[in-house]
């Protein structure tokens, strides 16, 4: 079946730097649009970042524009959010997310089909 792996949350001072990662298997990564969301406590479920199977540019939600960048390793089934400049309303658990085949990125969280577990991002003041 289809899992999804998130890896690389923590507790970082603003300012600082994260990388997540998501590894994906049981399915062909390659041919899935892969997007990460995020939720604070209290609050709905937000996008984040998305990159396409075609390999189109990358789509942000302004909050992260310019501090976060996506990226992915069909070769390895993983995605990547590199976040720099971190901010404490950055404070969320982060989701990794794909498509169905061939979908095209999305902002909306009804778009995908598959998500991970989850990891913590903190971020103190």
């Known amino acids: 079946q289809v899992q999804l792996v998130e890896s690389g949350g923590g507790l970082v001072q603003a300012g600082g730097s994260l990388r997540l990662s998501c590894t994906a298997s049981?399915?062909?990564?390659?041919?899935?649009?892969v997007g990460w969301f995020r939720q604070a406590p209290g609050k709905e479920r937000e996008f984040v970042a998305a990159?396409?199977?075609?390999?189109?540019?990358?789509i942000y939600a302004n909050s992260v524009k310019g501090r976060f960048t996506i990226s992915r390793d069909n070769s390895k089934n993983t995605v990547y959010l590199q976040m720099n400049s971190l901010k404490p309303e950055d404070t969320a658990v982060h989701y990794c997310?794909?498509?169905?085949?061939?979908?095209?990125?999305?902002?909306?969280?009804?778009?995908?089909?598959?998500w991970g577990q989850g990891t913590q991002v903190t971020v103190s003041s």
């Open positions: 997310a794909l498509t169905r085949t061939y979908s095209g990125s999305s902002y909306y969280s009804s778009e995908y089909a598959y």
């Open positions: 049981g399915l062909t990564f390659s041919l899935h649009t």
């Open positions: 990159i396409s199977w075609s390999g189109g540019s990358p």
